[in-house]
């Protein structure tokens, strides 16, 4: 039975509740920004808990492909044709990827060659996992898999979720890397975008409205990557400066009427 794209879109109250849901996360990621004053520098794990995130990542990957190709092959013996759908997307990935190393890398310069190359190569591996993490559980149960099917969505899909949790993890590895409420605010900026394409059906990217929309949020959390290597020295110290004016305006009529 052929198929439109790689996952069946969502209708009617499905739709909505899905479009619902993104909109409260976005609320909630808004809501944490503005209890966020200062940029949250993330404790880098040791050497050691570092050698067993990138070994994990590694593993992962191979896990992945080894599984893709379980899968893939499965669905050809059951399929006796399978007509690839369009792939808009990928160009705007790799290229996205690409600009997002180079701007690290610019912004992580004055930290020495190796923390810029490692912050770099970091976040743009991290980067499309920000947005495919709650992607794929959003897709993963519409998708069309071999049978059993249970058995194939989980054997292709929890190997991808250990490479996004473990790209996760080598981000944390970058001295650089901090969390801010722009890197929030931007968050919430995609889970907006997911929201408006969930009232389209959340539907595969073939038709304008949904390529849009998926470039868009592409788009968008490969700038959350870059906004957690964003150097917040400036504004860190600009906010203390104008926290301390206040505090001094606040206290001169007190001061006045000691003289």
Partial sequence: MPHSGTWSPYAGGSSILLAVVLLIVTGALVYLATRLPHPVEIRRPGAAIGMLIVVLWVLSVVMFLVALTAYVRALFQQVSHIDAPADPITPVTLLSGVLTCIVILYLGQGSGFWVAIGSAVAGAIAAPMIFEFPFDLIVMWRTYPPTPAALYILLF????????????????????????????????AMFLVFAVWALFGFAYPL??????????????????????????????????????????????PYSSGLL
């Fill in 207 to 252: 038709a304008p409205i949904p390529i849009t929309l998926n470039v868009v949020s592409k788009v968008v959390a490969f700038a959350v990557a870059v906004s957690l290597f964003v150097p917040q020295g400036k504004i860190t110290r600009s906010a203390s400066l104008t926290r301390s004016a206040e505090k001094a305006r606040a206290q001169a």
């Fill in 157 to 188: 899909f929890l190997p991808l979720f250990l490479v996004e949790i473990s790209s996760f993890g080598m981000v944390m590895l970058s001295p650089l890397m901090r969390v801010s409420n722009y890197t929030l605010i931007i968050l919430a």
